[in-house]
C-alpha cells in the first residue's frame, strides 16, 4: 500500500485526484478514515515545517527527524482542530512545539515556554553537508543559507516565517506566540544584521534557500505514512 503511494510515475495519485480539497476538508476526510488522505496535507506542509524547523535545530537531519514528529503528533491530535486558527498555523505550531521540546531534550534545561527557551540562547550546529544541497545552485544558497544561521535565535524564526515562507505578521506572532510589534521589531533587526547587500553580491533568491525537494520530500512522505498506516 505504502509503494503504490509514492509512485511518482502513476497516473493518478492522492494529491493529483484530491488537489481542490481545502485543509479543513482533508482533515474531515482522514478523520473519517481515509487515513491515507494525510498524505495531501504533509506535501503542502514539507517545505513550511522543514524551514521553520530549521531556523530552531540549524541541523538538516535533525529538522527532518523533527518533522516526521510533528506530523505523527498533528495526526494523533487531528480530532483536537477546531478551525479557529488556519490548518497551516495550527500545524505550524505543532512544529516549533516539538522543535522545542527536542531541545530541551538535547540540553536537559527546564523551559516554560519558547520565549524562555529562545531567550537562553540555545544553538545546535553541525558541520554535516546534505548531499541534496548540491542540486541547487549550492554554493550561492550555501552563503545565503550561512548568513541566516549567524543570527541570533530569537530572531531566526522570525525571519524564516516571515522573509521566506512569506507568512503574515499576525500568523507568525500566533505560531512563535509573540506579539505582533515584537515579530516587526525581530523581523526589522534580522534584516539588518543579514545586510540585504549578501542578495545582491550573492544573487541568490531567498526563496530558493532551505528547499525541499523531490526526494526529501518523499522520504519524509513515506517515513510518516509507515508510522501512522501500520
Not at 540540553?107 to 520565549?115: E, F, G, M, N, R
Not at 550573492?202 to 512522505?221: E, H, S, T
Request: proline share 2%.
Amino acid at each position: 500500500m505504502l509503494e503504490a503511494l509514492l509512485m511518482v510515475d502513476a497516473d493518478i495519485t492522492v494529491e493529483t485526484n484530491h488537489a481542490g480539497l481545502s485543509d479543513e476538508e482533508v482533515v474531515r476526510k482522514v478523520i473519517e478514515g481515509e487515513r491515507a488522505l494525510f498524505e495531501i496535507l504533509m506535501r503542502r506542509y514539507n517545505r513550511r515545517l522543514f524551514r521553520v524547523i530549521r531556523s530552531i535545530v540549524p541541523n538538516d537531519l535533525e529538522a527532518e527527524d523533527i518533522i516526521q514528529d510533528a506530523y505523527v503528533r498533528a495526526y494523533q491530535h487531528l480530532n483536537q482542530f477546531e478551525g479557529r486558527a488556519q490548518f497551516s498555523t495550527w500545524l505550524t505550531k505543532i512544529a516549533i512545539h516539538e522543535a522545542y521540546a527536542r531541545l530541551r531534550r538535547v540540553d536537559h534545561q527546564k523551559v516554560d515556554s519558547i520565549s524562555v527557551l529562545e531567550g537562553h540562547g540555545m544553538d545546535v550546529k553541525s558541520d554535516g553537508r546534505d548531499p541534496e544541497q548540491q542540486i541547487y545552485n549550492a554554493e550561492l544558497n550555501m552563503m545565503l543559507e550561512k548568513a541566516f544561521d549567524a543570527l541570533p535565535n530569537d530572531y531566526r524564526s522570525v525571519f524564516m516565517l516571515r522573509e521566506i515562507e512569506g507568512m503574515s505578521t499576525a500568523e507568525t506572532a500566533q505560531c512563535l506566540e509573540l506579539s505582533e510589534e515584537n515579530v516587526k521589531t525581530r523581523l526589522h533587526r534580522a534584516r539588518a544584521l543579514l545586510q540585504r547587500e549578501l542578495y545582491s553580491l550573492a544573487g541568490a533568491n531567498a526563496n530558493m534557500a532551505f528547499q525541499f525537494l523531490g526526494p526529501r520530500c518523499d522520504r519524509i512522505v513515506a517515513r510518516v505514512l509507515e508510522r501512522i498506516l501500520h
